[in-house]
Every structure is written in structure tokens, then in C-alpha cells.
């Protein structure tokens, strides 16, 4: 088992935002790149095969949110994925807020 503050050499804070709900995708960078030896990172950039929130990335990884906030910073900044979106606005409606806690909710329970 390895702790989750060797994945992130002790950081606690992304240099990037990464809010829960932001969508993740991944960039021909992260689909070219070989991850082997790298299964925890090979891990989140497959979960972002698809556009994928924060909380589901999580999720797929098995790894604490804080954790995955930090590599997800680290491979935004490489180039290996991309913010598409974050889903919610000051103008997002109660149904899309809705929406994202359950999702948000669903990704957390099955970490």
C-alpha cells in the first residue's frame, strides 16, 4: 500500500483549481503516453477517457479526492489532461445543481 502523501510528495494543494464537479478530459498526450509503472496516474487518465468529474475520477482511482486534485493538477499542467468544463454558473439551474450533488454523492460512496 502506498500512503496517499508519496503520491503527491507531500502536497496537499494542486496549483490548478479543480473543483469537484469540473469535467476532465484527456489530450492525445495522455491517450499516446505509456503509463505502466505508473498505475495510480495510468489510472486517472483512463478515467478520463471519457469526460469525467473530479469526484468520478476519485472514484475510479480509489484514492481521496484531496489526492486525486493533486496528480489531476500535475497532469493538467503537463499537458497529459484538460478542464472541458465546470458544469455549474451562477445562472446553473436547481435541477443542474441537483444533478451534480447526486453525481458528486454517487462518485464519494463508491470510493
Same mark, same amino acid.
Given at each position: ?11 496537499? !494543494? ?7 464537479? +469540473? ?27 471519457? !469526460?469525467?468529474?473530479? +469526484?468520478?475520477?476519485?472514484?475510479? +482511482? ?6 486525486? !486534485? ?13 478542464? +472541458? ?17 447526486? !453525481? ?8
Amino acid at each position: 500500500m502506498v500512503r496517499p502523501y508519496a503520491l503527491t510528495s507531500g502536497r496537499t !494543494r494542486s496549483s490548478v483549481d479543480l473543483p469537484v464537479e +469540473a469535467i476532465i478530459e484527456q489530450t492525445d498526450s495522455g491517450r499516446e503516453r505509456d503509463w505502466n509503472g505508473q498505475s495510480q496516474l495510468g489510472t486517472i487518465v483512463a478515467a478520463c477517457a471519457s !469526460r469525467t468529474s473530479v +469526484a468520478e475520477i476519485s472514484a475510479a +482511482a480509489k484514492l481521496p479526492l484531496g489526492v486525486v !486534485r493533486v496528480l489531476l493538477g500535475d497532469l493538467v499542467e503537463q499537458g497529459h489532461v484538460r478542464i +472541458a468544463a465546470t458544469t455549474l454558473t451562477d445562472a446553473s439551474s436547481r435541477d443542474v445543481r441537483q444533478d451534480l450533488i447526486e !453525481r458528486t454523492l454517487r462518485g464519494l460512496r463508491a470510493i
